[in-house]
């Protein structure tokens, strides 16, 4: 294989610590590396052969180096991709060739590779980063075989940091430490977050003396480059947030949650302490209310009756009229008396005043109907994927658009789904109390989304039936026993009634 003049051997890079969940993350790019085989014809026969490495960009379409697909650009060759995963090869042509920016772009003449997606914002000094590809030096440790060159298997991660400030004068690149070789040509730099941030192109000739450091060209080329070859690539311009980063944001917001619910606790303490204080108020009003009722019973009782004896003397008095007006009000008296006696207030008007006396408060229903759902971004961990708004069609008891069950839980409700085309697994949760809905997103290797979809046919229920709830719960069981330990994203929404509008939905 023909190389830039700087090629050296396999350079001995300083690796940069990883932590676990950007090694997943850089894992699952690994999906979209891929291994470029070119033959060399001359009359028919093999005159030789070279490898490098290359990236999709597009399910069929490979973005490598120039210098790797040379002798197809300049005579007779066969291109030959061999992916990551999976058990076929593919072949290739090349559609778009540019030796002054060293890249290439082959298109893929059978088969599909999973596309990578392309960090868009600037590399920081410092930021770690992973070199993906086949250098040649470890398939010759590895004594591997002709037929070992064209088996998919994974590719060779090393890990280093970016040298900002310093580029090649022939073309705009990301200077770094990461350890890359001969066949590393045309692979992609991914970030923490395993987007291409460049295509590893060559390497400081140290002489055997000096470290070695490694050039890719950057974004700022690649763009431009595949714009012209009309190929629209997956981007994102969000900048990488490592895992620590997230930890280190999602323990502030616990942090910050605690307290807020040990404030609310602490309110919640204090308005009991004052209602129970305001109940005692009118308890005591309510006795003495009791107690002045039964006064004014018993005095009427008393003048009732001195009335009546009264009437009693006028009438031997012979005084009629007056006996007649002293016994009328005597028995008005009397009457009157059991009627203040049977309008005292009961012992439970204390409560029932102190219920009148607080604010009416919303219901704590759960959220139904059409739901606008945002992203909340500080909460989310995202790698590859652009936030935007999504719509959630709602329903009481656990059903999204009136045809997908999802399983109860205790914390709320929760659906596993992988999507049929992409090999991606998700798991959505929703409490539908708080109006928080939560993704978590899997990039799954070949084999394991082939499993998953395999699952989800065994646990198809659709609709929102008793019968579709167990099938979900069945199926977000098995998924788990099937995905790895942790998502490559976590994207958090909040959600409410509200104008939908124009918005994607929240699966696949």
């Known amino acids: ?18 932590f676990a969940q950007d090694n997943l993350d850089v894992a699952a790019a690994g999906r979209s590396v891929v291994r470029v085989v070119v033959v060399a014809m001359e009359d028919g026969e093999a005159a030789g052969i070279g490898t490098g490495s290359g990236v999709a960009v597009a399910p069929d379409k490979i973005l490598t180096n120039a210098h790797v697909v040379t002798d197809a650009a300049e005579g007779e060759a066969i291109i030959g991709v061999v992916p990551s995963e999976g058990r076929k090869r593919f072949t290739g042509r090349l559609i778009a060739y540019e030796p002054q920016r060293d890249l290439a772009l082959i298109q893929l003449l059978d088969g599909r590779v999973e596309p990578g997606t392309i960090a868009t914002g600037p590399v920081p000094d410092g930021a770690a980063v992973a070199a993906l590809g086949y250098p040649f030096s470890v398939d010759r440790a590895r004594e591997l075989s002709a037929e070992g060159f064209v088996t998919p298997q994974a590719p060779v991660k090393s890990w280093g940091r970016v040298s900002g400030g310093a580029s090649s004068q022939r073309f705009d690149t990301v200077l770094h430490d990461a350890a890359i070789g001969r066949g590393n040509s045309g692979g992609p730099l991914v970030d923490a977050c395993g987007r291409v941030v460049g295509i590893n192109s060559f390497v400081s ?74 109940r005692q108020q009118l ?88 739901l606008l759902c945002r992203p909340d971004l500080e909460r989310s961990h995202l790698t590859v994927s652009e936030p935007s708004d999504l719509t959630l069609e709602w329903t009481a008891g656990g059903c999204e658009g009136g045809k997908s069950a999802f399983a109860e839980t205790d914390s709320g409700y929760e659906r596993a789904e992988v999507s049929p085309r992409e090999a991606i697994a998700q798991l959505r949760r929703f409490d539908s109390t708080a109006g928080r809905l939560m993704v978590e997103r899997y990039f799954l290797s070949a084999e394991t989304a082939s499993a998953a979809r395999t699952l989800q046919r065994r646990h198809a229920a659709p609709g929102c039936t008793a ?42």
């Open 1 to 18: 294989m023909r190389v830039l003049q700087w090629i050296a051997a396999l350079a001995i890079g300083f690796g940069a610590p990883a």
């Open 205 to 278: 000739n140290s002489e055997g003396v000096d470290a070695v450091f490694g050039f890719a060209v950057s974004v700022r080329e690649i763009l431009p480059f595949l714009r012209e070859a009309n190929v629209k690539p997956h981007v994102t311009g969000l900048p990488c947030r490592t895992s620590a980063e997230q930890a280190a944001i999602d323990e502030r917001l616990a942090r910050s949650e605690a307290q807020q619910a040990e404030a609310a606790r602490n309110r919640a303490e204090l308005s009991q302490e004052r209602l129970g204080a305001r």
């Open 283 to 370: 308890r005591d009003v309510v006795l003495a209310e009791r107690d002045t009722g039964m006064a004014v019973a018993g005095l009427l009782l008393v003048f009732g009756g001195l009335f009546l004896n009264g009437a009693m003397v006028l009438a031997l008095h012979h005084d009629r009229k007056l006996a007649t007006a002293a016994g009328a009000a005597g028995l008005l008296l009397m009457a009157g008396a059991p009627i203040a006696w049977a309008n005292r207030p009961d012992l439970d008007q204390a409560d029932l005043r102190l219920a009148a006396e607080q604010p009416r408060t919303k219901s704590a229903d759960a959220v139904q109907g059409a």
């Open 467 to 508: 019968e579709a709830d167990r099938a979900a719960a069945e199926l977000n069981a098995a998924l788990r026993d099937l995905l790895p330990p942790s998502p490559n994203e976590r994207l958090v929404y909040s959600c409410a009634a509200g104008q939908t509008g124009e918005r994607s939905r929240s699966g696949n």
